[in-house]
């Protein structure tokens, strides 16, 4: 349901519903009151998240403790946060700070509003006057408001105001002071205070600025920021899927492409090897021919000198044997026709004869 859509009827009815849906979890009842208006300040701010009883116990144990609320605005930080701290009070020491700081700018400043002598008619000047001279926190001056002057307007500071928004009431924050017209219109100041307690409970508990807890939020079916937050949270998620998707793709591609550098790599290492093993081969080759031609060429030498040798050796022999020759012609010349005996004995057929018997 969009703002556009809904008049200030509109608006009112479905803050009224809000109101209604919400009221079964937290408690709206006021604050208690009965005390002096500064007192009540004090009260506020330390009964701001922290259950009545324990923020009237530490009153109480100031109020023993110290000579008066001007005592206390002199006092150090921890000397108040112990004494919250001795009722459990939650967060002892911010609420400590904003006690004294509260308290020093409203007893010093000389145009300061007289806590004492103010009436409801004052209400929106004290409003004013809490949120920009004592900083004090929404919820806190609300409930002074509500409790104190019995304030008849259902606030939309910073926490209702951004509920309201998100549930497309307002669309910006230009439009609260709008807005809070709008919704307080036709309200009492209780049923004001009570709206606006139980809208600041969900808007600091659930509807959280930074962080809400739309899935636990009873408001989420009419809620278009709830809505599109669980959208765009579903489709971070898709996104997410996807992005892991492409990484787990991308880390196969990766791997599958360092497989395959690594294996391309091995065989250009074994190819390599595989090329080193045949040229030292072929080198074995080579040399063991080289030795092979040359066992060869000094076979041949040695063969050549051999026969050098045996040629030197021969020439005597055959010149003797030709010397030797020589007679054995000259006699077959001379008409013996025999051949000289080596024994020097002469070649006549009677000596042949002789030597047959
Ligand atoms: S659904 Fe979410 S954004 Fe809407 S009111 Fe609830 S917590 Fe706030």
Redesign the pocket.
Known sequence: MSKASLDASGIRKRVRATVRTLERRYDGTPLKNGRSSIEQLVYCIAARQNPERKAAGAIRDLKSGFAGWNEVRVSSVLEIADILKQHDIFQPIPKAEQIIRALSRTFSDSHKVKFDELTRDRAEEARVYMTRKLGLPSPVIADFLFSALNYGKLPVDEPVGR?LQ??GLVSNKLDFPKLEKTVSDGLTAREAATAYRILESHATQ??TERD???GR?V??QD?P??QA?KAAAEQAVIEAEKAAEAARVAAREEALRLKLEAEKAKKAEADKLKKAEALKKAEAKKAEAAKKAEALKKAEAARKAAATKKAAHAKPAAKKAKAGARPARAARRAGTGRRPDPGGRPHTRAAGRKRKR
């Open positions: 509920l998100r549930l659930i509807c809400p807890a739309c939020c408001l989420f809620c920021e709830g937050r």
